[in-house]
């Protein structure tokens, strides 16, 4: 059981360059969330998707996208980078029912720094 | 605007000692907290949660205190291991209409020392 997995882990792009960072998870889980979290900050919600279907925006979700491309997947998408996007993102996701619905279960990060 | 922060950025305890980290919040409207811990170069990972019809919850040497009438939390980790080094956060819930998020404290650097 692989929980939320992140690709890529590291990545550098220039300025103007867009990328997509990829989320899936196998937990069968109903809501799924990107944050960004900057040196020395907490986790910043950029954009959520409370389920398959639906995307809503978070705190900070100015030059960035989403696509909820079924109920695994939530990738993320920055189509003309800037510096200021510089950061670690985590996606995580959670169940909405039951014993432990509203705990949101995280993955190991994306670690993109923008040139 | 509401918030979630937390009193201490750093906290350094010996190992064996009991260490107490802190958090506030303004938003009374929150029904459910989390704490979560961040080791370095990892993803948070849950601790405990607690409800906001409750005041007190233990797990395995962990225990969260809340206290609705001043809004204050509290995360207290009993015999403090080596392991236990790391950034924690406080998270608390609140119901929207299209769906609930977790608003995340700064969080607090744990240290510590052998």
């Known amino acids: 059981n692989a929980g939320v997995t992140q690709t890529p882990k590291f990545q550098v792009l220039k300025t103007g360059q867009s990328m997509t960072l990829q989320c899936a998870q196998d937990?069968?889980?109903?809501?799924m969330y990107w944050y960004r979290q900057d040196p020395g900050m907490g986790l910043r919600l950029i954009y959520y998707s409370a389920s398959e279907g639906t995307t809503d925006k978070g705190e900070v979700p100015n030059g960035y996208n989403v696509s909820r491309l079924n109920k695994r997947e939530f990738s993320l998408r920055l189509e003309s980078a800037a510096p200021s996007q510089t950061s670690v993102y985590f996606c995580?996701?959670?169940?909405?029912?039951?014993?432990?619905?509203?705990?949101?279960?995280f993955g190991a990060g994306t670690r993109l720094s923008v040139l | 605007g509401e918030s979630v922060g937390l009193h201490l950025p750093t906290l350094s305890v010996q190992e064996g000692d009991n260490s107490i980290i802190n958090c506030a919040y303004s938003?009374?409207?929150?029904?459910?907290f989390i704490w979560y811990k961040q080791e370095s170069g990892k993803g948070p990972q849950f601790i405990i949660d607690?409800?906001?019809?409750?005041d007190k919850r233990q797990g395995q040497r962990v225990t969260v205190l809340l206290n609705k009438t001043v809004k204050h939390l509290s995360l207290q980790i009993a015999a403090t291991q080596p392991g236990d080094s790391a950034v924690y956060f406080c998270?608390?819930?609140?119901?929207?209409?299209?769906?609930?998020?977790?608003?995340f404290g700064e969080g607090t650097q744990l240290t510590v020392n052998p």
């Open positions: 607690i409800r906001s019809n409750m």
């Open positions: 937990m069968n889980h109903n809501s």
């Open positions: 995580a996701s959670k169940q909405i029912r039951g014993l432990i619905k509203n705990i949101q279960y």
């Open positions: 998270a608390e819930n609140t119901r929207e209409t299209s769906g609930s998020r977790l608003t």
């Open positions: 938003n009374s409207a929150s029904d459910y």
